[in-house]
Nanobody
């Protein structure tokens, strides 16, 4: 059974940092396209970043230069390092696996592509 479990969320002040983790089990998640999404109350789920089998990364414009997606193949874990956090980054953050796609490609931010999802971890940024 495939499972994705996020951790690392919390409350920080603007300008602070958090690192989210997503531990995968049931298959080698880091061999496939994986992504981080977020959803704020009353808003649609938004693709934040993706990373594929080759380590190619993509980001939504609003986090470019502040967030870094990475993975540890040995630990089968996905990460999202978030720096210079802003109040508008406040949301529930989810990791997702676009199994069995190896390369994320240009449509990486389309949530319907992702077959497996974690339960989410809350990030709250205060001004």
């Amino acid at each position: 059974q495939v499972q994705l479990v996020e951790s690392g969320g919390g409350s920080v002040q603007a300008g602070g940092s958090l690192r989210l983790s997503c531990a995968a089990s049931g298959y080698i998640a880091t061999d496939y396209c994986m992504g981080w999404f977020r959803q704020a109350p009353g808003k649609e789920r938004e693709g934040v970043a993706s990373i594929d089998r080759g380590g190619n990364t993509q980001y939504v414009d609003s986090v470019q230069g502040r967030f870094t997606i990475s993975k540890d193949n040995a630990k089968n874990t996905l990460y999202l390092q978030m720096n210079s956090l802003k109040p508008e980054d406040t949301a529930m953050y989810y990791c997702a696996a676009d199994f069995p796609r190896l390369i994320c490609g240009g449509s990486w931010s389309r949530a319907y592509r992702y077959k497996y999802w974690g339960q989410g971890t809350q990030v709250t940024v205060s001004s």
